[in-house]
């Protein structure tokens, strides 16, 4: 039997969707994606010079937690230019729309980089790691596939609550647990702790609020490319200041590594010697 070359000739090739190209060639949004990649790739280069003379162990794990934050995120901008993660869906009542859904993907990756970070500066213990992981991947998760939903616009909505459940969870452990941690931490720490802890909490509720008025929710920010550029500048800006600033500031502490941070904070059972 000769294989039906029809449909192999359609699967192979891959070509974007015309309306994925369109959006992408779009100034305004290219360039939302394009500045990214320029600013995670300077702050790759800033950090690991930042880095270059720390010896500490747990100082050095702090570091490379956070320059994960923009390797991942130059990834996840180049999946987005190359139209890798970038695709159509037909929502209810609106009709066909482009969404970046490579952005909720990649969120997976990029945010427990950013709260392993702030953990292990509060000095919490691996529990407390743990969950606060969980609940940010489920997050990430569920708000995929609440931009990918296409049956139903409330089924959009409800991953969308559910999400938001996760990320209670998640601002919970942020804004109650961790500060218990930090108490008995240097006040050097602690008032970096708490800069850093409001910056995140303030900033992180912005991306639920950009897909609420953005092109995935209710479009308030426009429908077709024009909105999707502005829903695209508004996760960008965020990234900005969620990413960039958040690990600038740490850095630029832990740089001199001071002792607050170098003690262990997990109280590991002493064995006595001779045990
Ligand atoms: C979604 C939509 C569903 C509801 C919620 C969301 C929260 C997203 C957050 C993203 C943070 C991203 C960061 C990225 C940096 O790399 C998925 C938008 C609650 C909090 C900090």
Avoid: H
């Avoid at 850093?196 to 897909?211: D, Q």
């Amino acid at each position: 039997m000769i294989p039906n070359t029809d449909s192999i000739a359609v699967a192979l090739p891959m070509a974007l969707d015309p309306a994925v190209e369109q959006t992408l060639s779009d100034p305004l949004l290219s360039a939302s994606l394009w500045t990214m990649i320029a600013v995670m790739g300077f702050s790759l280069l800033l950090f690991v010079y930042m880095g270059r003379n720390v010896t500490d162990n747990r100082v050095k794990l702090i570091f490379v937690a956070t320059i994960g934050i923009p390797a991942v995120s130059i990834a996840s901008y180049l999946g987005l230019v190359s139209g890798l993660t970038v695709g159509v869906v037909d929502i209810p009542g609106r009709g066909e729309s482009v969404t970046l859904w490579g952005r909720y993907l990649t969120w997976t990756f990029s945010t427990p980089l950013i709260l392993l970070a702030l953990g292990l500066l509060a000095g919490t213990n691996r529990a407390k790691l743990f969950t606060v992981v969980v609940f940010d991947v489920a997050m990430c998760l569920t708000g995929l596939a609440a931009a990918l939903t296409t049956r139903a616009i409330w089924l959009r909505w409800t991953w969308f609550l559910l999400s938001s459940a996760f990320f209670a969870i998640v601002l919970y452990i942020l804004l109650v647990e961790w500060p218990r941690d930090v108490a008995n931490k240097s006040p050097d720490v602690q008032n970096l702790f708490n800069r850093l802890k409001y910056l995140t909490v303030v900033l992180w509720i912005g991306y639920p609020i950009v897909w609420a008025i953005g092109t995935e929710g209710i479009a308030l920010l426009g429908t077709g490319v024009s909105g999707l550029a502005l829903t695209s500048w508004g996760y960008s800006l965020l990234d900005i200041g969620a990413k960039f600033v958040f690990a600038f500031l740490l850095l630029r502490f832990l740089a001199d590594e001071p002792a607050g941070v170098t003690e262990t904070a997990e109280r590991e059972p002493s064995v006595a010697p001779g045990d």
